[in-house]
């Protein structure tokens, strides 16, 4: 799955729900920090980075709401991907595995 957004948009939203592969139980992120990594396709330097916002957000459910603001989208068109990694409340880090594509398109 692609996950589309307009270049300069300052609202759009993605909602992640990370479980376990093995027992796809919901994974307990509740007192941590969950984050968003982006950057372009094949590329190695991280364009910014999105921290679960609280509103809708319910980490303990394994529910992750990353909102795009401010400049975010203000990337040329093309092919983008996120990596999504939870640094636990006793600080132990657990990056997901899969990674998110994104397709950034200019506006009208």
């Known amino acids: 799955m692609t ?12 909602k992640a729900t990370l479980t376990r592969d093995d027992t796809g139980a919901a994974i307990d992120c509740s007192g941590g920090t969950v984050r968003l990594y982006f950057r372009a396709k094949g590329g190695s330097s991280v364009l910014f980075t999105l921290t679960a ?8 459910n394994g529910i992750a709401i990353f909102g795009f603001s401010g ?5 040329s068109e093309g092919y983008y991907e996120g990596e999504i990694e939870i640094t636990y409340s006793d600080g132990t880090v657990e990056t997901i595995f899969e990674v998110l ?8």
């Open 53 to 60: 916002a609280d509103a809708g957000t319910d980490l303990a």
């Open 101 to 108: 594509d994104f397709y950034i398109r200019a506006d009208f």
């Open 3 to 14: 996950y589309q957004l307009v270049k300069d948009d300052t609202a759009p939203q993605v």
């Open 71 to 75: 400049s975010n989208l203000d990337q």
